[in-house]
């Protein structure tokens, strides 16, 4: 066989082996243990030229830098001489920062070791999955919703210019826009609670409904008097057929409805609203609240609810003669006791200097008396340390139950007050009650 | 005739047969507004390690370069009317990640694209 005949074959293998890789639809990089890329597809290349920032594309580490910096020590950490370092780890090559999540880029990139210098990588651009996994997500959150309270729900039907056709009751009741206002009006004022860019805004997610058949966002609002709420939004395609000549009717359907932020810090800093600083109970503003709903969900349902208040017996001379440091360790060990001997249900808050309150919905007065009996000599047995001496602390309480009495929470809590003034004029360290009267 | 890599005008490109496009110290990829290789110099197959007759006819950005199938190099040639642009960039010829220099041609006065490669 002479030179020629044994070349050309081997030249054909070759070119046949480059065309191969060249047209490979993933990304292989091979490359050293500092991550020198020794060679790499052009896919490979493809996906990671635009996170070489200097325009120079010799380092997978470097160019990954930002997007991965994990990967460095997934790497260093892998102490066999060989093996899979990491199997479609996800990359997210944007910035989060980067708002709109549909246009985020994301790679899959597994890593193996082939000796201690030598790496073998694949990537793959998996941004599609990704999106379409949150997509079924948010579509599984919704959709597990909807069950738990359609009445929950603010409805309206939008023509293709995302103009409001109609509404729902629930809706106007909701965001407080009389109907007239709502119908013709841009379905925007409902979910932006900044009108600058409410518009594009709103332009946006219509397109994306139309592209997907429905769109899910969430943000702040406005209600009709300028409250703003953290809100979830659903836009759906709906396209329905005139029975007169077939044509077809589009437009969109929206659903409103409120939610809490699932936002730590926002959780955080609603706690400590709701809460006294000293003694960890619920403040004053807190108990208020939970006592209105309270009230109104007893009176609905024709439950009873209580109230319990105490106020803790010669706290002034307490105060005066041992220091307000001694007062503030006796308000923390009352309210301890108090904590710990009422029901999980209950709500527990401090309302005043040294004055407690107890919400007790669905109690009967009997019930409460009951309650107020245990914290009574809970904290009358709960004796505390000052210095060398033992302090022993008591408190007289008040119980009233309502909602049979008019004049809501209030009128419950005043009545309560007046018997909680009868058992200190009675001779304190004792339960007093106001008599449970018919409407 | 200018026949250097930053000065050859597209309109002199269309003019030469292979055997002149050959004769050029640098690279040269001719594609049709759909992408599909034209010309394709020899010093550019030898650079990807590819003769010619190999190349022509494919769809250069999804079969020869997809390291330039993005918004750097094959959405430019969509996207811009007229293209005479020289950028920086790192090929993967023979899988080895090159640093090269492109200079992208797109204009009335010729029909093809220009892609010119310089190492």
Not at chain 1, 81 to 108: F, K, M
Not at chain 1, 239 to 261: H, Q
Not at chain 1, 356 to 367: R, V
Not at chain 1, 388 to 403: H, R
Request: with cysteine; proline share 4%.
């Amino acid at each position: 066989m002479n030179k020629a005949s044994m070349e050309q074959p081997h030249q054909d293998e070759y070119e046949h082996l480059l065309h191969f890789l060249y047209a490979c639809p993933i990304g292989l990089i091979d490359m050293t243990h500092e991550g020198t890329i020794e060679l790499m597809t052009p896919l490979a290349s493809n996906l990671l030229m635009p996170l070489a920032t200097d325009g120079v594309l010799t380092n997978l580490l470097t160019a990954l830098e930002d997007a991965a910096p994990e990967l460095h020590s997934l790497i260093d950490d892998f102490t066999p001489r060989r093996g899979t370092i990491c199997e479609h780890h996800r990359i997210h090559v944007d910035p989060s920062s980067q708002a709109n999540a549909d246009e985020r880029r994301v790679l899959s990139c597994t890593v193996i070791k082939l000796n201690p210098n030598r790496y073998v990588v694949a990537l793959t651009d998996v941004s599609a999955q990704v999106r379409q996994e949150r997509r079924l997500r948010e579509a599984e959150t919704w959709f597990g919703s909807l069950l738990e309270g359609v009445k929950e729900f603010g409805v309206a039907s939008l023509g293709t210019d995302g103009r409001i056709q109609a509404v729902n009751s629930t809706l106007v009741d909701r965001t407080g826009f009389a109907e007239q206002t709502l119908t013709d009006s841009p379905v925007a004022i409902l979910v932006e609670a900044d009108p600058a860019d409410a518009a594009s805004k709103m332009e946006r997610r219509l397109e994306q409904a139309e592209r997907d058949g429905w769109q899910i966002s969430e943000g702040w609002a406005r209600r009709s008097n300028g409250e703003r709420y953290w809100c979830q939004s659903l836009i759906a395609v709906c396209a329905e057929r005139s029975p007169d000549n077939g044509s077809f009717t589009r437009g969109y359907t929206f659903i409103l409805r409120e939610v809490a932020r699932r936002d730590n810090d926002m959780l955080e800093l609603k706690r400590l609203l709701r809460t006294d600083h000293l003694t960890g109970a619920y403040n004053r503003g807190a108990f208020f609240d939970a006592a209105e709903k309270a009230f109104l969900k007893c009176q609905k349902a024709a439950r009873p609810l209580s109230m319990i208040t105490l106020d803790i017996d010669h706290f002034k001379l307490i105060n005066d003669t041992y220091g307000h440091g001694v007062g503030d360790e006796v308000l923390r060990s009352v309210s301890n006791a108090c904590k710990a001997a009422v029901r999980p249900h209950d709500i527990f808050a401090r309302i005043g200097g040294e004055e407690f309150a107890i919400l007790l919905p669905d109690t009967t007065l009997e019930e409460s008396r009951r309650v107020a009996e245990r914290v009574r000599q809970a904290i009358a047995t709960a004796p505390i340390s000052v210095g060398e001496a033992v302090l022993v602390v008591t408190a007289s309480f008040g119980c009233a139950t309502g909602p049979c009495l008019t004049g809501g929470a209030a009128a419950i809590l005043a009545a309560s007050d007046a018997a909680l003034y009868e058992a200190k004029r009675t001779g304190r360290n004792r339960i007093a009650w106001a008599p449970a009267r018919t409407a | 005739m200018t026949a250097s890599f930053s000065e050859i005008s597209g309109s002199t490109l269309e003019g030469m047969n292979d055997e002149a496009l050959d004769s050029l110290p640098f690279g040269i990829v001719g594609l049709t507004p759909d992408g599909v290789t034209k010309r394709y110099s020899a010093r550019e197959g030898e650079l990807a390690g590819l003769r010619r007759e190999t190349v022509i006819g494919t769809d250069y950005f999804d079969e020869i370069a997809q390291c330039m199938n993005n918004f750097m190099v094959a959405q430019r040639f969509e996207d811009e009317p007229e293209i005479d642009d020289i950028i920086s960039y790192v090929l993967t010829l023979k899988m080895r990640p090159t640093p090269v220099k492109l200079r992208l041609l797109k204009g009335n006065a010729f029909s093809l694209r220009y892609i010119l490669i310089q190492r």
